[in-house]
């Protein structure tokens, strides 16, 4: 039968366990039709030498049920009213299956108790379970490197904030797209912590903000988005590196004149102003302060987030339909693994946040299981025990048959060989000449001689 290469990662989410599930059925149904699988039973005369074969596949009916089943009980699991309401307040375990009773009975309820009533949602017990974790760690840890600096001490802590850096960005994306993840009484300090802990975590003040929702949103990573991969060969190590490189020494002059491009003065200042002067802060800082506690608090995170926010989003945007470029539904991808999903709040489910930027990060794996039929008709790609880190370095070290091993067949693409999904994966990887570009987007977009 049609298997995937892999077998699931032991700490997936419940929700992409159940999701994965679904989408292996369909790949098993769909082989069992195309080349029916020997399964013994027994002929009528019990001495009988021969076995014949039958393989009864599940109905459509059945499956659809099935889903169905599995749609309602996502849902419940992200409704307060319903007894199976699950609340997110660590991310490498999950609630239920913390047992102890004293751990329970005596810190984890009374906490969450008291944490439901500070988030917006109530499933995000755990962006408050963060928001302390680097209070008590990385910003006590910041003031004393200022007082008192060691050189093990500034590597320690800049480790540790590498460490972060994942979780906290994927809250502030939370953050960004939702205008805040606190209740309205807590406004005042659901608006100050990011200008705390964005520097901490290698982020300018609000430049996450302007240069995602309001722009990469808007583009869509067409061929008018800075951070669009469009005019890149994806699987060239000296292409990523240009596309890193001029996000890491432009970006503070690049959108701001897209903002004034676009007549959008407001954005263009807003966005030139806050960059310019968190650049002003750092080099107070170096200058005037601590340069050594300055490097490795703010510099050294700065420069590793830079680079990991374009190496995540070459991943996200690598694969790009030659047909529809402009389909939110073939211009990104869907993971389902544990680091993207349990640790950074389903960012697994690209496709799903472009299809809708404020759905609720917990909406994601019922939202993409109910839009399932669609994803299949859209040739939407889907992988698995891959995240956007190493789907970035396996491509571009050209290793096209381990993202065909990750990669999730669904309707047609469980019709290809194994070396035609790799020449499928390669199709999606390449560069758009200017002269693709007007046509896909318009002449307006492409730069013609």
Not at 137 to 150: D, E, G, K
Not at 159 to 184: D, F
Not at 198 to 213: C, K
Not at 341 to 370: E, I
């Amino acid at each position: 039968m049609g298997k995937l290469h892999f077998p699931p990662a032991v700490d997936l989410t419940g929700p992409d366990r159940l999701v994965l599930g679904h989408l292996q059925k369909d790949y098993e149904q769909f082989d069992s039709k195309a080349q029916p699988v020997l399964v013994d039973t027994a002929e009528e005369s019990d001495d009988s030498a021969t076995k014949r074969t039958e393989f009864v596949s599940p109905s459509s009916e059945d499956t659809q049920d099935s889903e169905q089943q599995t749609i309602t009980y996502l849902k419940n699991l992200n409704d307060p009213k319903s007894g199976v309401f699950e609340i997110t307040v660590f991310s490498s375990v999950d609630l239920p299956d913390i047992k102890n009773s004293f751990l329970r009975k005596w810190i984890i309820d009374p906490y969450v108790r008291w944490a439901k009533g500070v988030v917006r949602a109530e499933t995000d017990v755990i962006m408050i379970t963060h928001l302390i974790t680097y209070l008590c760690t990385s910003v006590p840890s910041a003031l004393y490197l200022f007082y008192n600096f060691h050189w093990w001490h500034g590597v320690l802590h800049s480790a540790v904030q590498l460490y972060y850096m994942g979780p906290y960005t994927l809250l502030m994306h939370q953050h960004i797209h939702m205008r805040g993840v606190l209740k309205k009484k807590y406004a005042l300090v659901d608006t100050i912590f990011p200008y705390i802990f964005d520097p901490l975590m290698g982020h300018t003040w609000n430049s996450y903000f302007f240069h995602h929702v309001k722009h990469h949103h808007i583009e869509g990573n067409g061929p008018n988005d800075l951070s669009s991969t469009v005019r890149y060969q994806r699987d060239s190590v000296l292409h990523f590196l240009h596309y890193v490189g001029r996000f890491y020494l432009l970006v503070w002059f690049d959108l701001p004149r897209y903002f004034l491009r676009n007549n959008k003065t407001g954005l263009a200042l807003k966005a030139g102003g806050f960059e310019i002067a968190n650049y002003i802060f750092l080099y107070t800082m170096y200058k005037f302060v601590n340069l050594k506690a300055t490097i490795f608090v703010f510099l050294v995170p700065l420069a590793l987030m830079r680079i990991a926010l374009m190496t995540g989003n070459w991943g996200q945007h690598a694969f790009v339909d030659e047909v529809e470029p402009d389909s939110d539904f073939r211009s990104s991808i869907t993971l389902i693994d544990a680091p993207s999903n349990r640790y950074c709040y389903n960012d697994g489910y690209h496709t799903s946040h472009h299809l809708n930027p404020l759905r609720h990060w917990r909406d994601h794996p019922v939202a993409f299981l109910s839009q399932k039929q669609q994803y299949s008709d859209e040739h939407a790609l889907v992988f698995y025990n891959i995240d956007y880190f190493m789907l970035t370095i396996t491509l571009l070290s050209k290793n096209y048959e381990h993202l065909a091993r990750c990669l999730v067949p669904m309707g047609d693409q469980m019709k290809l060989t194994f070396e035609e999904r790799v020449e499928m994966l390669k199709r999606k990887t390449r560069k758009f000449s200017e002269e693709e570009i007007a046509e896909k987007w318009g002449k307006q977009y492409a730069k013609l001689k």
